[in-house]
């Protein structure tokens, strides 16, 4: 295996085109499910690359909806150099153990952290491939830039371990419906950063190869 691409979920992949010699793996949401999820199957497969891939909040003003972001600060430690498209940003990405909600939430993570973006699952990928000496990277699209709230508090409808609980989410709909129009509205903002992660991961992977 030459890379393995973590998803946290399924729709953060659908536009990226498998091939033989990448394996992608769903973790599943959250810490604690990356983490359980990569190490299992790293008990069995020694890739050469890592590259947790998703969505991402934005918590730099620079980074709008739908744009890239790489976090390659682990690659200098290996002697290796990951080239993309030059709209490609190179910067910080913070793991979170709750989703950022609000503008506010992200502001204040973004002059505690001093991070680009905030996502819940590279710390732990990033933890994981360290301890099987494995270069790493975080390519992440940013879903809701620093300015713009969530239409729903998603923290309210996971588990302990991070996985969405759709049965209750649907259920807050039915009591709700008013909220039912700004969660479509964002859904379609997730496929559009869908379709530009898919692409930048396809070239990415296709430069290096």
């Known amino acids: 295996m030459k ?8 729709q953060e992949k659908q536009y990226f ?9 769903v973790t599943g949401m959250g810490a604690s499910a990356a983490g359980c999820t990569l190490a299992r199957l790293l ?13 991402a909040g934005g918590l730099n003003p620079e980074l709008k909806l739908g744009q890239m972001i790489l ?3 682990d690659l200098s430690e290996h002697g290796l150099n990951l080239s993309g498209p030059a709209a490609l940003f190179h910067g910080k990405i913070h793991s979170a153990s709750k989703v950022m909600v609000t503008p ?10 001093n991070a680009d973006a905030v ?6 990928v ?4 360290r301890s099987h000496r494995i270069p790493m990277v975080a390519l992440r699209v940013i879903t809701d830039p620093y300015n713009e709230a969530l239409p729903l508090d998603f923290n309210q409808f996971m588990d302990t371990a991070g ?47």
């Open 104 to 113: 506010f939430e992200k502001a204040s993570l973004r002059k505690e952290s």
């Open 17 to 25: 085109h498998v091939r033989e010699s990448v394996h992608v793996l």
């Open 3 to 10: 890379a393995l691409v973590c998803f946290a979920v399924a």
């Open 163 to 209: 996985s969405m609980r759709y049965g209750r989410l649907g259920c807050h709909l039915l009591r709700n419906p008013s909220t039912v129009s700004g969660l479509i509205q964002f859904q379609k903002k997730l496929k559009y950063a869908a379709q530009q992660l898919g692409e930048t991961l396809n070239s990415l992977l296709d430069t290096s190869a």
């Open 43 to 55: 008990e069995v497969e020694h890739p050469r690359l890592i590259i947790a891939a998703g969505f």
């Open 71 to 73: 976090d390659d600060s």
């Open 126 to 129: 990033r933890s994981i491939a």
């Open 119 to 124: 996502d819940m699952e590279s710390s732990a």
